[in-house]
């Protein structure tokens, strides 16, 4: 029963702390990184109401830190996959009956949570679990993790308002269904508040959901999902489980009530999702809701009235923050010829002065890629580089992983504007620029547009206001995200809606109302106040 119409009007983004010296976060910040270090964690699965321990525990460790232990989560396999929809679906019909004021202030809550006493701890294992430095973590995993919580709310309010016109002796209206079955929510490592958003903007919809982390983000994924249970979460609305890829996929995709998945990861693996899932239709109740964000080649296109420092400011943060490890990541630099020079000396006086180190020594602003197969991979790229007649590294290339998984930030300059690491995504702390005749601009833009099969960010850089609206224009499907003076990175809830196109998804808009409509279905009831009782109608009539 709705006894009113509920307010949730558009919430002002979450400040970001400063953790500078001697202010009371930074102080509680390195005591809750004391104290999760010296705690074993024992992280089970959560399926329905049950805290499930398989016994087949995996190792967390810090990448920073390889010889410490953080705890251990519990493994699944398909077993408790079946299980997880079970207790999804035994609990969709009285999550999508519940009013939606008690739905929204479930998730309304758990942003209140986060942003009071657990904001230490949410930073504190995204810190120590992914090797994010306070910054980073700080916009992640509390600050875009609150605003996601607090915009959706409001945007699923403007949703729920929207309603039809009605004509005389007609009432009409809309209602706004969750999805028939449940949403499988695939959710990757590098941003716990992407971790967060995917299973709990569906949830938040009226559905229910079927969570899979990386393995490598679980230790701050479980923290959430006991800050949800906290906030009045019911149980089997979201169900957290660590099972591998294709066994989460081949139970869910072959299940007939399978209603959608939320997807964040690489192109290759949603690629095949796709594919499965149409090989699979026939058994399905309803057409499946896909939506992904991918993989990306973002760019910084700088013209020749471009600013020196800006440009190197825009590549030093951009490409090299949270050692390149996010979709939207600077990779790839287009430099005109008449400043290369002086930008090319300012990027490597930037990466020499880089710090490197574990995340609890706050002075240091790069720290560990994500795991050794990650660091395996761009060290390859490196290597290669080193010893191609079409490229040479200009500053970095330093790889050691004798204590943690340390890769000095690296630009390499290619001779070739279609060298591999202008072209692949290689998802690491390694920038690869190439000087272009700073008269022709306009083949710049070209190369940008055609080199790269994806379009999730990338950068103008100029003073010139007609080389602005030229790439703004020629670049219009190269960038989902399309940036003007200002790094690729950094897109926040509310104000820069993200997502891209081509090879790097779906282009459904974390962040904005455009995403909430994909995990709805909505339904039309017309009412006729006075219905005939006769089938005739008067152009049937004769004079």
Request: aromatic share 10%; with cysteine; proline share 5%.
């Amino acid at each position: 029963m709705n006894l009113g119409y509920f307010s949730y009007p558009m919430p002002a983004n979450e400040p970001v702390l400063s953790y500078a010296p001697g202010s009371p976060e930074k102080k509680r910040l390195k005591e809750v990184l004391a104290e999760l270090k010296n705690t074993q964690a024992d992280i089970p699965m959560y399926i329905g109401a049950e805290e499930v321990r398989s016994g087949k525990k995996v190792a967390l460790r810090p990448p920073h830190e390889t010889a410490h232990t953080l705890g251990h989560f519990h493994a699944g396999d398909a077993s408790h996959v079946t299980k997880a929809i079970d207790a999804a679906l035994a609990a969709r019909e009285s999550w999508s009956n519940l009013s939606w004021e008690n739905r929204a202030n479930i998730f309304l809550k758990a942003a209140d949570l986060i942003a009071t006493k657990y904001r230490p701890y949410m930073n504190g294992t995204t810190m120590l679990g992914q090797s994010k430095n306070a910054y980073q973590a700080e916009i992640d995993s509390a600050c875009e993790l609150i605003d996601f919580l607090r915009f959706n709310v409001h945007f699923l309010s403007e949703i729920y308002r929207q309603q039809p016109i009605s004509a005389p002796g007609i009432h009409n209206r809309l209602e706004f269904r969750p999805l028939e079955g449940f949403v499988l929510a695939v959710t990757p490592f590098n941003f716990t508040a992407i971790g967060g958003n995917l299973p709990t903007s569906a949830a938040m919809c009226g559905n229910v959901v079927v969570w899979k982390p990386a393995n490598t983000q679980v230790y701050a994924a479980q923290m959430f999902m006991r800050i949800l249970k906290e906030a009045g979460l019911p149980d089997g609305v979201i169900n957290l489980i660590y099972v591998d890829g294709p066994t989460i996929g081949s139970v869910c995709f072959s299940h007939r009530d399978f209603a959608g998945v939320h997807f964040t990861g690489s192109t290759g693996v949603f690629n095949n999702m796709w594919e499965t899932i149409g090989k699979n239709m026939h058994n399905y109740k309803s057409y499946p809701r896909i939506v992904g964000e991918t993989g990306g080649k973002d760019f910084v296109l700088a013209h020749k009235s471009a600013d020196p420092k800006v440009l190197a400011t825009a590549l030093l943060r951009g490409a090299f923050e949270y050692q390149g490890q996010k979709c939207s990541a600077a990779s790839r630099a287009y430099i005109p010829s008449n400043i290369a020079e002086e930008v090319k000396k300012l990027l490597v006086d930037g990466i020499n002065s880089f710090k490197m180190g574990t995340v609890e020594d706050f002075t240091n602003f790069i720290n560990a890629v994500i795991d050794e197969k990650s660091f395996d991979k761009i060290k390859s790229y490196i290597d290669n580089a080193k010893n191609d007649a079409n490229a040479s590294v200009l500053v970095g290339g330093n790889c050691d992983k004798t204590k943690g998984y340390y890769i000095q930030p690296t630009v390499i300059e290619a001779k070739d504007p279609n060298y591999v690491t202008m072209c692949e995504e290689i998802f690491g702390p390694v920038l690869t620029i190439h000087v272009y005749d700073a008269e022709q601009f306009e083949k710049a833009l070209e190369l940008v547009d055609n080199t790269s099969p994806y379009a999730l960010t990338g950068s103008i850089i100029a003073q010139d206001r007609y080389a602005v609206e030229l790439a703004t224009n020629k670049l219009r499907n190269a960038a989902g995200n399309f940036y003007i003076n200002d790094k690729p990175t950094g897109a926040v809830v509310g104000q820069q809606p993200f997502g891209g196109a081509r090879a790097s998804g779906t282009n459904d808009k974390a962040g904005s109302i455009l995403n909430l409509y994909r995990w709805l279905s909505a339904r039309t009831i017309k009412e006729t106040f006075n219905p005939p009782v006769d089938y005739g109608y008067p152009f049937m009539l004769e004079a």
